[in-house]
Structure formats: structure tokens, C-alpha cells
Nanobody, 127 residues
């Protein structure tokens, strides 16, 4: 079993930055892809960024490209999401997720591909 726990959320003004962390424990070596999702009130959960644990390849949803960076620290079993130039529309609960299964590129930001989830951390961006 894999356990995941997010931290680093908070409130920030538009244009500011936050770095989210996700501590991962359990059978971490099995994970092939790790990702960040977010869900705003009244909206569906959407994939924000994903990373291939083996080679570090990354994928981003269009709305965060150039502003967010996903990264991993294998020694610390930690996944990060650096968020810069934050906008009010980035306000949401952010979740980290992982899967031991291979997923085609077009589905690596699809929540149905992920088996393990954290509880979420709230990010609020004020204008």
C-alpha cells in the first residue's frame, strides 16, 4: 500500500508563489507516474501536472504551463509542485496521486489512471 500526504497549501495574493509537497510512504518503488490534481468548488477534479518516475518526463495542463513545475526527490520520497505567478483561478484543493500502472500519454492527467491519493491541501489565491 502507498500512503501520500500533501502540505504547503495556503493563501497568497495573485502573482505570488507556493510550493506544495507530497510525502510518499509504502511501496514507493512500484509507482510509475505521480501527479498533481486540483478541484475547485463546483468543478470536476482536473489533472495539473504529471511526472514519469523513471526518467523525469513531465506533462502539464495548458493553463499552468510556464507557471507550475512538478519535480521529485527520490531520496526523500517527496513529490513537489512549484507554483509561480498564481492567479485567482488557481484556487482549489490540490491532491497528489500515484499509480504503479503504465498509462498512455493522453491519459497521464486523467484521474482514472491513478490508484493512490492524498487528502489534499487548500490553495487560495486572492486578487
Amino acid at each position: 500500500q502507498v500512503q501520500m500526504a500533501e502540505s504547503g497549501g495556503g493563501s497568497v495574493q495573485a502573482g505570488g508563489s507556493l510550493r506544495l509537497s507530497c510525502g510518499i510512504s509504502g511501496y514507493t518503488f512500484r509507482n510509475k507516474f505521480m501527479s498533481w490534481f486540483r478541484q475547485a468548488p463546483g468543478k470536476e477534479r482536473e489533472g495539473v501536472a504529471a511526472i514519469d518516475r523513471a526518467d523525469g518526463s513531465t506533462w502539464y495542463t495548458d493553463s499552468v504551463k510556464g507557471r507550475f513545475t512538478i519535480s521529485q526527490d527520490d531520496a526523500k520520497n517527496t513529490l513537489y509542485l512549484q507554483m509561480n505567478s498564481l492567479k485567482p483561478e488557481d484556487t482549489a484543493m490540490y491532491y497528489c496521486a500515484a499509480t504503479p500502472r503504465w498509462a498512455p500519454t493522453r491519459l497521464r492527467l486523467n484521474q482514472s489512471e491513478y490508484d493512490y491519493w492524498g487528502q489534499g491541501t487548500q490553495v487560495t489565491v486572492s486578487s
